[in-house]
């Protein structure tokens, strides 16, 4: 069974930085693609960014130039770096996993970001 584990989320100030982590367990993280979603209060979750098991990146409108996704497959994990945050960032950032083979999803249980005006 895959396991999430989000980490990282805080408080920020409007145009700060900040880093956030997700830990997969369970599995092959190389038959993966992973992603980052958020949802703030009142609307839909969204795409943040998604990378392929070989590195193929795609962003959200809105955090394009300003977000990085990586992996590093030595230590299963996905990272989502943040820069020039907005208070429009702020919202609830879950970790996302999709099989290449069977399409299985499974989701973590997020991790808030807060970006003070």
């Known amino acids: 069974q895959v396991e999430l584990a989000e980490s990282g989320g805080g408080l920020v100030q409007s145009g700060g930085s900040l880093r956030v982590s997700c830990a997969f367990s369970?599995?092959?993280?190389?038959?993966?693609?992973m992603g980052w979603y958020r949802q703030a209060p009142g609307k839909q979750r969204e795409l943040v960014a998604r990378?392929?098991?070989?590195?193929?990146?795609n962003y959200g409108d809105s955090v394009k130039g300003r977000f990085t996704i990586s992996r590093e497959h030595a230590k299963n994990t996905v990272y989502l770096q943040m820069h020039s945050l907005k208070p429009e960032d702020t919202a609830v950032y879950y970790c996302?996993?999709?099989?290449?083979?069977?399409?299985?999803?499974?989701w973590g249980q997020g991790t808030q970001v807060t970006v003070s005006s």
């Open positions: 996302n996993a999709q099989s290449v083979r069977t399409y299985a999803e499974y």
């Open positions: 369970g599995s092959s993280f190389s038959i993966y693609v």
């Open positions: 990378i392929s098991p070989g590195g193929s990146t």
